[in-house]
């Protein structure tokens, strides 16, 4: 019984602890669409305040009573990169090789091969 109520313990406690954190979309290797307006969101504690840097582009939100939260980045007049793309709240996170443009999927017929 003494095990098993520390146990549960340290699982809530690793619950409570809210870091700042990122979809899987956002991971190495990622491409930001070069536009005004570009969304990245992500989960934090209540109430914190999150800021995300690419290159120049530079925007800060706060956290809903969720956790949930969204910033926008103006990336329309940025350099393609490589940059390190850096989410800092109470922890930091990186994100390496990060390139802003566009990516498009082609497909269908032989002409696609030019």
């Given at each position: 019984?003494?095990y098993t109520?520390?146990?549960?313990?340290?699982?809530?406690?690793?619950?409570?602890r809210?870091?700042?954190?990122?979809?899987?979309?956002?991971?190495?290797?990622?491409?930001l669409?070069?536009?005004?307006?570009?969304p990245?969101w992500?989960?934090?504690?209540?109430?914190?305040?999150?800021?995300v840097a690419?290159g120049?582009?530079?925007?800060?939100?706060?956290?809903?009573?969720?956790g949930?939260?969204?910033?926008r980045?103006?990336?329309a007049?940025?350099?393609?990169?490589?940059?390190?793309?850096?989410?800092?709240?109470?922890n930091?996170l990186?994100?390496?090789?990060?390139?802003?443009?566009?990516v498009?999927?082609?497909?269908?017929q032989s002409?696609?091969?030019?």
């Amino acid at each position: 019984m003494k095990y098993t109520l520390i146990s549960l313990l340290c699982c809530v406690g690793g619950l409570l602890r809210a870091e700042v954190s990122l979809p899987s979309v956002f991971s190495d290797h990622l491409v930001l669409l070069k536009d005004a307006q570009t969304p990245v969101w992500g989960r934090a504690e209540p109430g914190e305040q999150v800021t995300v840097a690419v290159g120049e582009a530079t925007a800060t939100a706060t956290t809903g009573a969720d956790g949930r939260w969204q910033v926008r980045l103006d990336l329309a007049n940025s350099s393609p990169g490589p940059f390190e793309m850096k989410v800092r709240g109470k922890n930091e996170l990186t994100v390496r090789d990060v390139l802003v443009g566009e990516v498009w999927l082609g497909g269908g017929q032989s002409n696609m091969a030019f």
